[in-house]
């Protein structure tokens, strides 16, 4: 047995629990990553679940701001709620992995020397998803699933008497782990002052609880089902693609016996929310390894009903610099990509989604004419049949549309402050990073001497006017001074004097927009 860290907040409500007489246990996920942390500092453990014999009233009379809305017997608090009712003062220590950084990025809005005041606005980054993050502690009741008919949920939940019987309901052996805590050791820490945010507990001070073998599969890196794979994954289709995505996430290999259930089931997949699935696909493109996480939902059959269009790009010839079918560059233009955002990363991979559809031969050449507004289209179905936010679904077009952009030394500033604002401020460094993995992805080098000179001008424009806004003139002063009447005309003007100033920034004078805005009238 070895010292652990976890949260104190953690301890907090374990102690909670067990001082009102009853059993807290920290189980599943959390358990396998406390254990893997010790020996890979890289690893954090953001998403603590417990489970207790008190019944979910119970547990809501335990913890204020406390509630209730399922009919699984989970009890939820924020962290917020928690540090606010705990009697000891945390010493909270900045995380870099917590802190939203804009290093290493070409258009760092919030830091450039010479930035457009009406940018200001731009400078927010774009926020994580809420399947990307949890804000959440949950309680549940020891409990027993009823029957499963639809490939999805329990039918019914009954009330456990036992740790045991929770765990046998779970779906992997690494995440039917359980971890008591010793209650006099949760007291010593809490009746402190003061302690840190994370706490060492000693081998002595804590029992980990293992039914199914979980710790010798975590040890052999090995993804393998609590009892039968084919009736786990026939009670819950998404445990398909939670067992690819560990794999990918942890590097660790699926049990034989597992992966074979998994290519026998996976046209059970058509029976789960596209939400849920959203949900791991995105966790696996976020993890170290989504190539291989693309390969195996091929090679299981699960591909199909995920992404039937990257399909089709399996033996389709490239030119050019191309090496290899669109499949294949597909692939690795993922794994090359520098970005970790899994909506970038995602806009790289279906990038060329539209070759197959552009295909023709000319002189015995292949081509893809217009493939780029064509896989734009399909990519925008594709984030609609996802479930993704309007935000990421025009990210994600916005990406693939623009991806083909081409720069040549005698391209003017003004075609460069286009480019600008048609991609948007807070994509520039997504697609780049979608380029560079196009470029990796095909053979090519990571960047060239056009592609270094155009970043060096993209930036040198940041303090341009980007917008009709940053006119020194607007639609009151063309009323005032010209005597104009509101209407369509008025925005016709304002959007010709705008392309003026794109053109030529040093017009942007009230007095020269004026004088110009007289010709127009």
């Not at 009102?20 to 890289?42: C, H, M, N």
């Not at 008919?149 to 045991?164: A, I």
């Not at 293992?210 to 994954?233: A, M, Q, S």
């Not at 008025?490 to 007095?511: A, Y």
């Given at each position: 047995?070895?010292?652990?860290?976890?949260?104190?907040?953690?301890?907090?409500?374990?102690h909670?629990?067990?001082?009102?007489?009853?059993?807290?246990?920290?189980?599943?996920?959390?358990?396998?990553?406390?254990?893997?942390?010790?020996?890979?500092?890289?690893?954090?453990?953001?998403d603590?679940?417990?489970?207790?014999?008190?019944?979910?009233?119970?547990?809501?009379?335990?913890?204020?701001?406390?509630f209730?809305?399922?009919?699984?017997?989970?009890?939820?608090?924020?962290?917020?709620?928690?540090?606010?009712?705990m009697?000891?003062a945390?010493?909270?220590?900045?995380?870099?992995?917590?802190?939203?950084?804009?290093?290493?990025?070409?258009?760092?809005?919030?830091?450039?020397?010479?930035?457009?005041?009406?940018?200001?606005?731009?400078?927010?980054?774009?926020?994580?998803?809420?399947?990307?993050?949890?804000?959440?502690?949950?309680?549940?009741?020891?409990r027993?699933?009823?029957?499963y008919?639809n490939?999805?949920?329990?039918?019914?939940?009954?009330w456990?008497?036992s740790?045991?019987e929770?765990?046998?309901?779970?779906?992997?052996?690494?995440?039917?782990?359980?971890l008591?805590i010793?209650?006099?050791?949760?007291?010593?820490?809490l009746?402190?002052k003061?302690?840190?945010?994370?706490?060492?507990?000693?081998?002595?001070?804590?029992?980990?609880?293992?039914?199914?073998?979980?710790?010798?599969?975590?040890?052999?890196?090995?993804?393998?089902?609590?009892?039968?794979?084919n009736?786990?994954?026939?009670?819950?289709?998404?445990?398909?693609?939670?067992?690819?995505?560990?794999?990918v996430q942890?590097?660790?290999?699926?049990?034989?016996?597992?992966?074979?259930?998994?290519?026998?089931?996976?046209?059970l997949?058509?029976?789960?929310?596209?939400?849920?699935?959203?949900?791991?696909?995105?966790?696996?493109l976020?993890?170290?390894?989504?190539?291989?996480?693309?390969?195996?939902?091929?090679?299981?059959?699960?591909?199909?009903?995920?992404?039937?269009?990257?399909?089709?790009?399996?033996?389709?010839?490239?030119?050019?610099?191309?090496?290899?079918?669109v499949w294949?560059?597909?692939?690795?233009?993922?794994?090359?990509c520098?970005?970790?955002?899994?909506?970038v990363r995602?806009?790289?991979?279906?990038?060329?989604?539209?070759?197959?559809?552009?295909?023709?031969?000319?002189?015995?050449?292949?081509?893809?004419?217009?493939?780029?507004?064509?896989?734009?289209?399909?990519a925008?179905?594709?984030?609609?049949?996802?479930?993704?936010?309007k935000?990421?679904?025009?990210?994600?077009?916005?990406?693939?549309?623009?991806?083909?952009?081409?720069?040549?030394?005698?391209?003017?500033?003004?075609?460069?402050?286009?480019f600008?604002?048609?991609?948007?401020?807070n994509?520039?460094?997504?697609?780049?990073?979608?380029?560079e993995?196009?470029?990796?992805?095909?053979?090519?080098?990571?960047?060239?001497?056009?592609?270094?000179?155009m970043?060096?001008?993209?930036?040198?424009?940041?303090?341009?006017p980007?917008?009709?806004?940053?006119?020194?003139?607007?639609?009151?002063?063309?009323?005032?001074?010209?005597?104009?009447?509101?209407?369509?005309?008025?925005?016709?003007?304002?959007?010709?004097?705008?392309?003026?100033?794109l053109?030529?920034?040093e017009?942007?004078?009230?007095?020269?927009?004026?004088?110009?805005a007289?010709?127009l009238?």
């Amino acid at each position: 047995m070895i010292t652990i860290t976890v949260d104190t907040e953690v301890l907090f409500i374990i102690h909670t629990l067990q001082k009102a007489g009853f059993e807290a246990y920290i189980v599943g996920g959390a358990v396998r990553d406390i254990l893997l942390a010790v020996d890979d500092d890289s690893i954090s453990v953001t998403d603590f679940d417990f489970t207790t014999n008190a019944k979910p009233k119970e547990i809501l009379e335990l913890f204020a701001d406390s509630f209730y809305e399922n009919t699984f017997g989970t009890v939820s608090i924020t962290r917020e709620h928690v540090r606010e009712h705990m009697p000891v003062a945390l010493s909270l220590a900045l995380h870099d992995d917590n802190l939203s950084s804009t290093n290493n990025k070409l258009i760092d809005i919030e830091s450039a020397s010479k930035i457009h005041e009406s940018l200001a606005d731009a400078t927010h980054q774009h926020k994580a998803p809420e399947y990307q993050t949890k804000a959440l502690y949950e309680i549940t009741t020891f409990r027993s699933d009823g029957a499963y008919t639809n490939n999805r949920h329990p039918e019914t939940v009954t009330w456990g008497e036992s740790l045991k019987e929770d765990v046998d309901r779970r779906d992997f052996t690494i995440n039917a782990l359980a971890l008591e805590i010793d209650q006099a050791f949760c007291t010593s820490i809490l009746e402190k002052k003061e302690t840190s945010e994370y706490t060492q507990v000693p081998a002595e001070a804590y029992t980990l609880i293992d039914y199914h073998e979980g710790i010798t599969d975590l040890k052999n890196g090995l993804i393998r089902t609590v009892g039968n794979p084919n009736k786990r994954f026939m009670e819950d289709a998404l445990r398909i693609l939670r067992a690819i995505r560990f794999s990918v996430q942890l590097n660790m290999q699926i049990e034989d016996e597992t992966y074979a259930a998994i290519e026998t089931h996976a046209k059970l997949l058509q029976n789960i929310s596209w939400e849920r699935i959203r949900d791991e696909f995105l966790k696996m493109l976020a993890s170290n390894y989504p190539r291989e996480a693309i390969e195996i939902l091929d090679a299981c059959g699960c591909l199909e009903y995920l992404l039937p269009e990257l399909l089709l790009g399996k033996g389709v010839e490239q030119g050019g610099h191309h090496t290899t079918d669109v499949w294949e560059h597909s692939l690795a233009a993922l794994e090359t990509c520098p970005s970790k955002d899994p909506i970038v990363r995602l806009a790289t991979l279906i990038h060329d989604i539209g070759k197959p559809d552009t295909f023709k031969r000319i002189n015995g050449q292949p081509t893809f004419y217009n493939h780029e507004v064509v896989g734009a289209h399909m990519a925008k179905s594709i984030c609609r049949r996802l479930k993704l936010s309007k935000e990421e679904t025009e990210r994600i077009f916005i990406l693939v549309r623009n991806h083909m952009f081409y720069y040549q030394p005698e391209n003017t500033d003004a075609s460069i402050r286009r480019f600008m604002r048609k991609v948007g401020l807070n994509n520039i460094d997504d697609i780049l990073d979608l380029r560079e993995g196009d470029r990796l992805g095909s053979g090519a080098k990571k960047t060239s001497w056009r592609l270094e000179e155009m970043k060096q001008r993209m930036v040198e424009q940041l303090h341009q006017p980007f917008a009709i806004k940053d006119l020194a003139i607007n639609g009151h002063d063309l009323m005032n001074e010209l005597g104009l009447k509101p209407g369509p005309r008025l925005g016709e003007i304002l959007q010709q004097l705008f392309e003026e100033v794109l053109e030529d920034p040093e017009l942007n004078t009230r007095e020269a927009l004026l004088e110009k805005a007289k010709e127009l009238a």
